[in-house]
């Protein structure tokens, strides 16, 4: 009987503390109106479409646990859906916001509230259009601070700077998609590369809008977060004369290290710390592309400048005076797949990982680019490598969006004829994978697939990228999971000797993450989030030739581990 009490204390003070928790989450109402207005760049004003007329969006910011409802309102010419890019979503898919995967698209003149609440994350994430080639302009930074009292496990940065490398094209981006969409071939690259929406001093009537980033002399632990919301390229990114301390990648903290340079694939993050210990003057921040593949890039430099606030200015009369010109920092060749590979290596889980040992589906994803061949070669809508249309896959299937439900809908409905669960979990034919492929494995077969996975089933994919077309870097992304990027190598994988070399103890955890070119990666994780969770590359070409699929992770057992109801306003297709 005298325990009785102690049980009773010991229950109070954990319900102290969980009503502690519940009083220090927000909850945050915001409205995000999608809508053109008029955005100059490169000597030119177009009508893009902006979010709160801001290009980029707004940056949110929120801590672990907070809960969010955010009403998009959709006042322009096309149908939209906005992604959370990393945000897990857990048992909601209602929120996560690719197109006709799990919902369909806002048409225009009408409005859908995404909820969801922050479960156990923290750090750089952001957010996205996820209907077409709208990301180009409808895009913003996501920041999750720690639960108040939750310290970083590095110093405590001193000010946060929001990156966010954008690629620009001098003409509507939506005109750039359908004319690749008409002719079957590669989309125009971009013109100019930016960074916080601005290219920089390097291309024309850009100047003046330079982003410029005030630094105190002395200042320390100035905490960089670095997006790549690109369109379609991986981009070196270095700030001159200044070493960049990697503390965290995909909102996953990492052990620390010190670089010149990092490399970011389209949907990655990177957060960085800066120390102002420079001699007083004006550096370039620049990013510029990482191409692993034999195709066309936009070869420029974006620019934005740290400037501390007492540099010197330069003496002399008239145009001879004024500020000192920035310093240039050093960035690796367009090709140079070595200072890639090994900045990706070096990253590593912060504390130990808890993978994933015992595997219970072992999957096996070729991923790559292939050609259609035409009945009527070199005509105007064949204007692909050879008289082809391009077109992109994964074990040869090359996925097409559904158009009379969304994916996530018609499954929660039992609605037919909207997908089938035949996904092929290792490739239809094995073949030399990084050689020389026969033409006759060229051509992928479209379809609307989506592969099953038992809820809390242990996953490995093997992630190979393949020679056809081209060898190139595919940044995978997973939505609705983190995982852990057990392994990766050059050349074709091998399942004898290569997972005997996989780190399981503290290798790094991402949303993204790239296939070396003409080799392979592996990753692990637990499916505990049920729902339709899309896996594609984020290049967005490559998404539109079909390089994705979706994963239907089934419910398991009572309402906690269920898919909750849709809500009400959910968009109709």
């Given at each position: 009987?005298?325990?009785?009490?102690?049980?009773?204390?010991?229950?109070?003070i954990a319900l102290l503390a969980y009503f502690a928790f519940?009083?220090?989450?927000?909850?945050?109402?915001?409205?995000?109106?999608?809508?053109?207005?008029?955005?100059?760049?490169l000597c030119r004003t177009h009508q893009s479409i902006t979010v709160n007329g801001q290009f980029p969006g707004p940056t949110l910011e929120v801590r672990n646990g907070d809960s969010v409802a955010i009403t998009v309102i959709n006042r322009a010419r096309y149908n939209i859906s906005i992604h959370w890019h990393g945000l897990r979503q857990m048992r909601n898919p209602w929120a996560d916001g690719p197109e006709y995967i799990t919902q369909c698209p806002i048409r225009p003149g009408q409005s859908y509230t995404y909820k969801f609440t922050i479960e156990d994350q923290e750090g750089t994430l952001w957010w996205h259009a996820h209907s077409r080639w709208l990301r180009a302009t409808v895009y913003g930074a996501l920041i999750i601070y720690p639960r108040?009292?939750?310290?970083?496990?590095?110093?405590?940065?001193?000010?946060?700077?929001?990156?966010?490398?954008?690629?620009?094209?001098?003409?509507?981006?939506?005109?750039?998609?359908?004319q690749a969409q008409f002719t079957g071939a590669a989309a125009n690259v971009s013109d100019a590369y930016t960074i916080n929406g601005q290219p920089g001093d390097l291309y024309r009537c850009s100047r003046a809008g330079t982003m410029r980033f005030p630094i105190f002399p002395g200042e320390t632990t100035v905490q960089l977060r670095v997006i790549n919301a690109g369109m379609n390229q991986e981009l070196f990114f270095s700030v001159a004369n200044h070493q960049l301390t990697v503390v965290e990648t995909d909102s996953a903290y990492t052990k620390p290290f010190t670089t010149n340079v990092i490399m970011l694939g389209p949907?990655?993050?990177?957060?960085?710390?800066?120390?102002?210990?420079?001699?007083?003057?004006?550096?370039?921040?620049?990013?510029?592309?990482?191409?692993?593949?034999?195709?066309?890039?936009?070869?420029?430099?974006?620019?934005?400048?740290?400037?501390?606030?007492?540099?010197?200015?330069?003496?002399?009369?008239?145009?001879?005076?004024?500020?000192?010109?920035?310093?240039?920092?050093?960035?690796?060749?367009?090709?140079?797949?070595?200072?890639?590979?090994?900045?990706?290596?070096?990253?590593?889980?912060?504390?130990?990982?808890?993978?994933?040992?015992?595997?219970?589906?072992?999957?096996?994803?070729?991923?790559?680019?292939?050609?259609?061949?035409c009945a009527n070669p070199n005509s105007p809508r064949c204007q692909g490598p050879n008289g082809t249309r391009f077109a992109a896959s994964i074990n040869n299937m090359s996925f097409v969006l559904p158009r009379r439900n969304s994916v996530m809908q018609a499954y929660y409905q039992g609605m037919p004829g909207i997908f089938t669960t035949d996904f092929p979990p290792v490739p239809p034919v094995q073949f030399d994978y990084t050689g020389n492929v026969s033409r006759a494995l060229w051509q992928p077969i479209k379809g609307t697939k989506a592969y099953k996975l038992k809820y809390r089933a242990n996953v490995q994919i093997v992630l190979q990228d393949t020679s056809i077309v081209t060898p190139e870097n595919h940044p995978m992304h997973l939505h609705g999971y983190q995982f852990y990027v057990v392994g990766s190598g050059f050349g074709n994988f091998n399942p004898r000797t290569d997972p005997a070399r996989f780190?399981?103890?503290?290798?790094?955890?991402?949303?993204?993450?790239?296939?070396?070119?003409?080799?392979?990666?592996?990753?692990?994780?637990?499916?505990?989030?049920?729902?339709?969770?899309f896996m594609h590359c984020h290049i967005d070409s490559h998404l539109g030739w079909g390089l994705a699929m979706v994963f239907l992770v089934e419910n398991g057992r009572g309402r906690l581990q269920s898919v909750q109801a849709p809500p009400l306003d959910l968009p109709r297709c």
């Amino acid at each position: 009987m005298e325990s009785l009490p102690r049980l009773s204390f010991v229950s109070c003070i954990a319900l102290l503390a969980y009503f502690a928790f519940l009083a220090s989450a927000e909850h945050h109402v915001r409205q995000f109106v999608i809508a053109p207005r008029p955005v100059t760049r490169l000597c030119r004003t177009h009508q893009s479409i902006t979010v709160n007329g801001q290009f980029p969006g707004p940056t949110l910011e929120v801590r672990n646990g907070d809960s969010v409802a955010i009403t998009v309102i959709n006042r322009a010419r096309y149908n939209i859906s906005i992604h959370w890019h990393g945000l897990r979503q857990m048992r909601n898919p209602w929120a996560d916001g690719p197109e006709y995967i799990t919902q369909c698209p806002i048409r225009p003149g009408q409005s859908y509230t995404y909820k969801f609440t922050i479960e156990d994350q923290e750090g750089t994430l952001w957010w996205h259009a996820h209907s077409r080639w709208l990301r180009a302009t409808v895009y913003g930074a996501l920041i999750i601070y720690p639960r108040l009292g939750s310290p970083y496990p590095f110093v405590m940065p001193k000010r946060d700077i929001p990156i966010l490398l954008g690629e620009w094209w001098d003409r509507n981006p939506m005109d750039v998609l359908r004319q690749a969409q008409f002719t079957g071939a590669a989309a125009n690259v971009s013109d100019a590369y930016t960074i916080n929406g601005q290219p920089g001093d390097l291309y024309r009537c850009s100047r003046a809008g330079t982003m410029r980033f005030p630094i105190f002399p002395g200042e320390t632990t100035v905490q960089l977060r670095v997006i790549n919301a690109g369109m379609n390229q991986e981009l070196f990114f270095s700030v001159a004369n200044h070493q960049l301390t990697v503390v965290e990648t995909d909102s996953a903290y990492t052990k620390p290290f010190t670089t010149n340079v990092i490399m970011l694939g389209p949907g990655q993050t990177t957060n960085v710390l800066i120390t102002a210990n420079q001699r007083p003057g004006r550096y370039y921040m620049a990013a510029r592309a990482y191409n692993s593949a034999n195709a066309p890039f936009d070869n420029t430099t974006t620019t934005a400048i740290l400037q501390y606030v007492n540099a010197p200015t330069r003496r002399g009369r008239g145009r001879g005076r004024g500020q000192m010109a920035p310093v240039f920092p050093v960035l690796p060749g367009f090709n140079d797949t070595a200072t890639a590979t090994a900045f990706t290596n070096r990253l590593r889980y912060w504390k130990r990982a808890p993978v994933p040992q015992q595997i219970d589906e072992n999957l096996f994803f070729t991923v790559g680019l292939g050609l259609i061949n035409c009945a009527n070669p070199n005509s105007p809508r064949c204007q692909g490598p050879n008289g082809t249309r391009f077109a992109a896959s994964i074990n040869n299937m090359s996925f097409v969006l559904p158009r009379r439900n969304s994916v996530m809908q018609a499954y929660y409905q039992g609605m037919p004829g909207i997908f089938t669960t035949d996904f092929p979990p290792v490739p239809p034919v094995q073949f030399d994978y990084t050689g020389n492929v026969s033409r006759a494995l060229w051509q992928p077969i479209k379809g609307t697939k989506a592969y099953k996975l038992k809820y809390r089933a242990n996953v490995q994919i093997v992630l190979q990228d393949t020679s056809i077309v081209t060898p190139e870097n595919h940044p995978m992304h997973l939505h609705g999971y983190q995982f852990y990027v057990v392994g990766s190598g050059f050349g074709n994988f091998n399942p004898r000797t290569d997972p005997a070399r996989f780190n399981l103890f503290d290798p790094p955890e991402r949303n993204t993450i790239g296939t070396p070119p003409g080799g392979w990666v592996a990753i692990r994780f637990v499916a505990d989030n049920p729902g339709a969770w899309f896996m594609h590359c984020h290049i967005d070409s490559h998404l539109g030739w079909g390089l994705a699929m979706v994963f239907l992770v089934e419910n398991g057992r009572g309402r906690l581990q269920s898919v909750q109801a849709p809500p009400l306003d959910l968009p109709r297709c």
